[in-house]
């Protein structure tokens, strides 16, 4: 066969397999697509050219439907991601058998301790709507000394909460009253960070020390903690354990053991937090209180 023929019988053949199979990810990337197109017969090595047609189909596709970008659109929020793992450790056919609602139950048992330790809210400040410590309010008063009062109570919520927009950073001295032991060079630090470090393509980017003093990653901004991250592997795994001990699953049962995994998790997140920050605590006075220990001398 001529190269033009082979080309058109690739490309052919993505279009009528797209028709019967492709009804989830339009992807070029996903693996699933490779081995289908195998199974007519059609590999790189064996017929190249066929090849070289059904991924050019695969391409176009891709593009005119949004593909890959509808994976990520899907998955570029961190709840999103603990999600997608969440479930596929749950498994598709226990999901199945629990139904949507109880198999939603599980997985906020399993995952919502994680989310509510990442920094991007702080679920016992309901008075400010749930403000981060050394935060401030996105919908302050303009022009007010107090960034912590909002205006827009329920604006706030919602930019906090479905969002995960923890607002900007407060100015040195306000931030140190929510954390005491906040430093200038700890403040300056993480200010350089938030800032102006683009990270990986402007998406994700982290810091060793954030304004607690312990490691942070955030992903376009939302905040990923160690025991953010430990709680959801925690969770996950444990509901995977749980998911296959049992052929008829019960939702208390593998609500439960997500939940004991997940505080697990960041139980041993906070340990690992307590370590890393004892380390970044200055043992000798910083520059600044090196002057007010002089003055007390005079």
């Not at 709507?129 to 022009?143: D, I, S």
């Not at 350089?192 to 003093?213: A, C, I, M």
Request: proline share 6%; net charge positive.
């Amino acid at each position: 066969m001529s190269f033009a023929s082979d080309f058109i019988k690739g490309f052919k053949t993505t279009e009528q397999r797209q028709k019967k199979y492709d009804t989830k990810t339009l992807s070029v990337g996903d693996p699933g697509f490779k081995k289908g197109i195998a199974q007519e017969g059609i590999t790189m090595r064996g017929t190249p050219v066929q090849f070289l047609g059904a991924y050019t189909a695969r391409v176009l596709t891709d593009l005119t439907n949004d593909g890959t970008r509808t994976l990520w659109w899907r998955a570029n929020h961190p709840n999103a991601i603990a999600d997608i793992v969440g479930s596929a450790a749950l498994g598709k056919e226990t999901a199945a058998k629990l139904g949507p609602l109880k198999t939603g139950l599980v997985m906020t048992a399993a995952l919502a301790p994680a989310a509510a330790t990442s920094g991007a809210y702080d679920l016992l400040n309901i008075s400010e709507m749930g403000r981060p410590e050394g935060f401030a309010q996105t919908y302050a008063a303009v022009g007010s000394e107090d960034r912590r009062e909002t205006e827009q109570p329920v604006q706030e919520a919602f930019e906090r909460c479905f969002l995960g927009r923890t607002g900007k950073p407060l100015a040195y001295e306000e931030a140190k009253k929510d954390i005491p032991d906040l430093t200038p060079e700890r403040y300056g630090n993480f200010l350089r960070s938030y800032y102006q470090d683009r990270g990986f393509l402007g998406v994700l980017k982290g810091t060793p020390e954030n304004l607690q003093g312990v490691p942070e990653a955030r992903l376009l901004g939302y905040p990923i903690t160690i025991p953010s991250a430990l709680g959801v592997a925690g969770g996950s795994a444990a509901l995977a354990v749980a998911s296959r001990a049992s052929k008829q699953p019960k939702a208390t049962r593998l609500g439960l053991a997500g939940l004991a995994g997940s505080l697990g998790g960041i139980l041993t997140g906070n340990v690992i937090n307590e370590v890393i920050a004892a380390g970044n605590r200055p043992t000798l006075p910083t520059t600044s209180e090196y002057g007010v220990l002089g003055t007390d001398r005079i």
